[in-house]
Structure formats: C-alpha cells, structure tokens
C-alpha cells in the first residue's frame, strides 16, 4: 500500500515505524525489513537559523509524490511505501520528511527509499525559505549534487 | 487560462497567480514565457534567468508542450524540497 501525506504537524517515527513493520497482518504481511529516512531542519552555526519556511503546490504536491511512489513499486518488489512531508515554519531541528519503505529484502527497502528521497528533491514541488535570527532572509537555491543524484536513476539500478 | 507562481518567482512578480486568455499566436509554454518577459521589466527579469520549470495540470513538462486556455499552467523555481 503506497500512503502520501502533506501536513503542517508533526509526525511520530515510532508509529509510522510499527505500521510499516506490522503490514496487512491479515494476509501474513511478508515484511522482512524497513528502510527510513527522515529529513530535518540544519542550524547554520554562521548563520543561525530562527526558522525554515515551506511553500508547496497544493494538488501537485500530492501527485508528484504518488507518481514517486509508484515508480519505485513498479522498480523494486516493495510491500509498503509511507511518504510524509510538512509544510510551513519549521525550527531548526524539526522534522520535514518522512519516507520509510517495507520489504521483504533489504535492497528493495534501501533502493526505493532512496530513490524516493532523491526523485522528491527534484521532482515534488517544494520550495524553502530560510528566516535568520539576524533579520536576513532567503530562498534556499538548489542544489546541482540533487540533480545529479536523480539522474543517475535514468540508467537502470 | 490559470497561470500560477511559485517560490521566489511568487515574490519576485508580486502575484501568485494570474488569470488570462491565451494570447494569440501562443500556443506552447515557451511562447507563453516568451509572452510573460514581455511585459515589463521585472517580468523580463523574474523569468528571463533561464532557471524557470513548468507544470501543466499538475505535471513537470518542457517548452514545448503545447497549451490551451483549460490548462492550468505553474511557473516556478527548482524545487527545494526533502
């Protein structure tokens, strides 16, 4: 089961966790393992950070990260696929993403979380801006490292 | 037609969205960039930078697609997201 959520809350790792590792138990879920990432505001020790503004497309957002999702279900033999992303002003420290994927081998769960991670870096329509103690404030500008690492996906596994 | 902003690009044309009919003579995302610089200088310079990505229904595509005045079109910046 693939499950998108765009929020402005926070999320519990813990939960999203157990619900990955228990999988549909009524058909003997097959889960031999979980793969995570989680994402999360960086404080700037030049720069300090008072907090991290995240703007979406509504609607896109949602499809682009569906669209993620199914690529990497149609890639790798996944059993469940859990994407999470908030949205609005988030202070350093907190958490801005959740991707965890169940399996019933490891490498399923450890490629397709990845490529999620690195699609949505590329793909899903978010942008941020960071607001600094100081008063400063700017757009986050991408990053050529990000480009690169999707594109490297186009080749195969 | 629907044409939204996004991002810097939101700020730096003061609007998040616009809503026209399709000029003549444009008929694809480029010729509507195209379009869009031309009206004013900070038009020009929001969107002239070469660094804009495009959406029509909610999907990324190229200049090249074509466009009707039933599509919603989403100009942005590279997404910063993750």
Redesign the interface.
């Known amino acids: 089961m693939i499950s998108i959520s765009v929020q402005e809350q926070d999320f519990d790792v813990g939960e999203e966790y157990r619900q990955l590792q228990a999988g549909n138990t009524d058909i003997g879920s097959g889960v031999g393992g979980v793969a995570i990432f989680t994402g999360q505001v960086r404080d700037l020790a030049d720069n300090p950070l008072k907090f991290m503004r995240l703007e979406h497309y509504p609607g896109m957002t949602e499809k682009s990260l569906q669209q993620t999702a199914d690529q990497a279900a149609e890639r790798w033999p996944t059993i469940d696929i859990r994407i999470i992303h908030r949205i609005g002003d988030l202070a350093p420290g907190e958490q801005i993403v959740f991707v965890g994927v169940s399996s019933a081998h490891r490498d399923a769960a450890f490629s397709a979380c990845e490529f999620i991670m690195d699609i949505l870096k590329t793909s899903a329509p978010f942008w941020k801006k960071e607001q600094h103690v100081n008063g400063s404030s700017g757009w986050v500008d991408a990053k050529d490292v990000d480009q690169q690492r999707a594109e490297r996906w186009q080749g195969g596994d | 037609m629907k044409v939204?902003f996004?991002?810097?690009l939101r700020?730096q044309l003061g609007t998040g969205e616009l809503n026209t009919v399709l000029p003549d003579g444009v008929g694809t995302i480029g010729q509507l960039l195209a379009n869009l610089q031309a009206q004013g200088d900070e038009w020009k310079l929001a969107l002239g930078a070469g660094n804009v990505l495009f959406?029509v229904n909610?999907?990324?595509v190229d200049e090249n697609t074509v466009i009707s005045d039933s599509d919603e079109v989403?100009l942005?910046?590279?997404?910063?997201?993750?």
């Open positions: 939204l996004f991002g810097s700020e959406a909610q999907d990324l989403a942005f910046p590279p997404v910063t997201g993750g």
